[in-house]
């Protein structure tokens, strides 16, 4: 299915139950729908969902853990692309230090919150409808083809790629929106079929754009 001006991607950066997750959704014309907001609640995330029908959900934070290690195949396969990112462990280990895996506990209520209308997309099959996980550091790194130059935050760079392809950053005023963004961007590239799968279904695959 070819993505139109009017489908929309809603992208989640998932926080602790604190900090809160930042919502954010683009058209395919790569303008941001709504206002970007903060929401504390599944109950939220929920209602955010059903008002704005999105064609997928793009959310940062795992959503699966490790079946039996430190880490899970998605971030060793990103590991191997020269991307490094937060390992995932099993449940029971991270259960042990819940303060610290706080932000995944709360990705997994995320994921539930979505379920019943954005199914966890599992490799198979179209995206469209579906929820998936996303990385805005590997989306910067694959859209871009580099990393940050030496001496430039990580905000400016994730900025200049959102100026690139188009999207208008009057309302977002910190780098959780600009990451909401680039999870809503992401959601973009799957829809066009211009994506590519890392990890497997056992543990959660993750989606980011093709290199280019």
């Not at 506990?105 to 179209?126: D, I, K, M, N």
Request: aromatic content about 8%; hydrophobic content about 40%.
């Amino acid at each position: 299915m070819q993505i139109g001006e009017n489908d929309v991607a809603l992208g989640i950066d998932v926080g602790a139950e604190r900090k809160g997750c930042h919502l954010v959704a683009l058209s395919g014309a790569r303008q941001i729908v709504g206002a970007p907001e903060v929401v504390h609640s599944a109950d939220e995330i929920a209602a955010r969902v059903a008002a704005t029908k999105p064609a997928v959900v793009a959310i940062d934070s795992p959503c699966g853990w490790s079946a039996g290690g430190k880490s899970r195949r998605a971030e060793r396969d990103l590991a191997r692309a020269g991307i490094q990112s937060f390992y995932t462990p099993t449940r029971e280990r991270a259960a042990q230090t819940p303060g610290f895996y706080g932000w995944i506990f709360a990705g997994e209520r995320v994921y539930a919150a979505v379920r019943s209308t954005h199914p966890l997309y599992a490799g198979q099959g179209s995206i469209w409808a579906k929820s998936m996980e996303v990385f805005p550091n590997a989306t910067t790194r694959m859209l871009t083809g580099r990393r940050p130059p030496l001496g430039e935050s990580k905000s400016a760079w994730r900025r200049q790629l959102l100026d690139a392809q188009g999207v208008d950053q009057t309302r977002l005023s910190n780098l959780d929106f600009v990451d909401a963004a680039l999870c809503a961007l992401t959601g973009l590239y799957a829809l066009d079929g211009d994506y590519q799968p890392f990890g497997d279904a056992e543990e959660g695959i993750l989606i980011t754009p093709r290199a280019h």
